[in-house]
């Protein structure tokens, strides 16, 4: 064995794959030092390139499968590892889904503090997705020009602004390639050029898919820098593309929204309908998540969902994630529910069926906007939204006495979790429950830990997997005071 071995840039080793990284890349020890191999899959044995070099440790690219892990499976997708979106599309979604049981369960015991068998007490088992693919109703894809001058529609390449052609992403509806093909053929047709980003010229620039899983409603918003004159049409030969574009089953509205500022932000604020309606429908049934399969309960909300509202992106799992926040809750119909981080107020509008009163809170304000239109659209009387951010909305009402009253606080924050003062401000009001809806592994341990700190104790955990193909997991957790029990 050579030993105090030194690796140098382009070096090829063979190396097996013992574990994964949060982010999905394989791990494996070459003469004592970790090589992070991305595409390789726990189990592998592989050759790999060494494209960059740290002291202790050395990224690998992936050259040749030399023996394929029993886990790795053909992807579905050619373009999966230029993407990089879909990291775990070489390994089985069995694995998938115990690569995300055991990010939580990890992530509860080295961040959060708790030991081993504590947590294997609480931890319910992931609940997984029917169908890992073709589970996202929103898809966004920019528009381009090849080498040789064709106009395209694809993805960005791995951290990068340069597009690949590929109009079927396999996580997105099967109508976007009829869409895309459609928008193309127009373009192609009558010469509209596609936005440059380099130069700021250009006419389209993205294209925005949307689809109701419930209603079968379709939306299309084309992205264009442009602003027409006065009794000028948005695009030349405007009727031309409307005309393909209903063809595909579905359509319910096409609009275009006006983007031109030079920005990597996609959709410009200025939205024009330029056929059929301004929004399309969906439905959120709530789901009986203690019997096998999930079935619906008979419970539903229905959503109206405009080109730039917030929506959930997999509705099937929604639905399952948030039966389950509201299983945790454990209403009688007496409660006071806070909603903190509360978005359209979809689990706001589920915990007022079964609450006295609900209370969400959210910072953005269009989107506390859409959540009163959808508690009136849904008849919801009893649930009251703010505009704010969540600890200066909860601190502020907990001084104000008996409207701080709250026996139970849902929790559903961004990925960098709850603000340091608003846990206090939880902790402050000592509601007898806590549900924490995470959709990062990480900070949800962080926060569980401030909170047992605090004098709340973790009773059940459970992931939901909203996002099949990546290394992403959303999951649930139940805190309540320790007296309590
Ligand atoms: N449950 C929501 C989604 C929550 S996503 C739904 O179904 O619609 C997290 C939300 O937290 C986002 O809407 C974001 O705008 C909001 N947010 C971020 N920081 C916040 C803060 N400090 N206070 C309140 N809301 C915040």
Redesign the pocket.
């Given at each position: 064995m050579r030993e105090n071995m030194e690796f140098h840039k382009n070096d090829i080793v063979t190396v097996t794959i013992e574990d994964m990284s949060s982010d999905g890349e394989g791990i494996g020890k070459v003469d004592g030092l970790t090589l992070f191999v991305k595409d390789a899959v726990a189990g592998d044995r592989v050759e790999a390139r060494i494209v960059k070099n740290k002291k202790n440790y050395a990224y690998g690219r992936l050259e040749k499968v030399v023996e394929p892990s029993p886990f790795r499976i053909e992807p579905e997708c050619a373009y999966h590892r230029q993407c990089g979106g879909c990291q775990l599309q070489a390994l089985s979604y069995e694995r998938q889904l115990v690569f995300k049981q055991e990010k939580i369960r990890n992530s509860l015991i080295r961040i959060g503090g708790f030991s081993p068998e504590y947590v294997d007490r609480c931890m319910e088992p992931i609940v997984g997705m029917e169908n890992p693919f073709r589970y996202r109703n929103k898809a966004q894809y920019p528009i381009g020009t090849d080498r040789d001058g064709n106009v395209i529609a694809g993805f960005y390449a791995g951290r990068t602004h340069s597009i690949i052609a590929n109009t079927d992403c396999r996580l997105g509806a099967e109508e976007n390639k009829a869409v895309l093909d459609c928008v193309l053929e127009y373009m192609r047709r009558n010469h509209v050029s596609a936005y440059d980003e380099t130069t700021g010229t250009g006419l389209m620039r993205h294209v925005l898919i949307r689809k109701g899983f419930a209603s079968g409603e379709i939306m299309v918003c084309l992205v264009i820098n442009f602003r027409k004159g006065k009794g000028q049409d948005f695009l030349p030969r405007q009727a031309e593309l409307i005309s393909g574009l209903i063809k595909i089953k579905g359509m319910t509205s096409v609009s275009v929204s006006i983007n031109t500022r030079r920005t990597n932000v996609i959709m410009g604020e200025e939205i024009h309908t330029i056929w059929g309606r301004d929004t399309i429908a969906d439905t959120i049934h709530m789901r009986d998540m203690k019997q096998e399969g999930c079935p619906y309960t008979g419970e539903e909300l229905t959503f109206q969902i405009s080109p730039l509202s917030?929506y959930?992106v997999n509705p099937e799992q929604t639905e399952k994630l948030y039966s389950l926040a509201l299983e945790y809750a454990g209403l009688t119909g007496q409660e006071t529910v806070w909603d903190?981080?509360?978005?359209?107020?979809?689990?706001s509008l589920f915990l007022a069926g079964k609450a006295r009163k609900v209370r969400g809170?959210?910072?953005?304000p269009r989107?506390v906007e859409d959540a009163r239109g959808n508690a009136q659209r849904n008849g919801i009387r009893n649930a009251e939204f703010s505009v704010g951010?969540?600890?200066e909305v909860l601190a502020r009402r907990c001084a104000e006495g008996e409207e701080g009253k709250a026996d139970v606080i849902v929790v559903?924050?961004?990925r960098k979790g709850c603000?340091g003062a608003c846990l206090e401000a939880m902790l402050k009001v000592q509601p007898k429950r806590i549900v924490y809806v995470s959709c990062d592994p990480a900070t949800l341990a962080r926060d569980l830990k401030v909170l047992r700190d605090g004098g709340y104790e973790l009773r059940r955990v459970r992931g939901v997997d909203q996002f099949g193909m990546t290394t992403h997991v959303e999951s649930v957790a139940l805190m309540s005071r320790m007296e309590d029990k």
């Open positions: 917030f959930q903190l981080y509360c978005g359209i107020g979809t689990i809170v959210e910072v953005v989107a951010r969540a600890e559903d924050p961004p603000d």
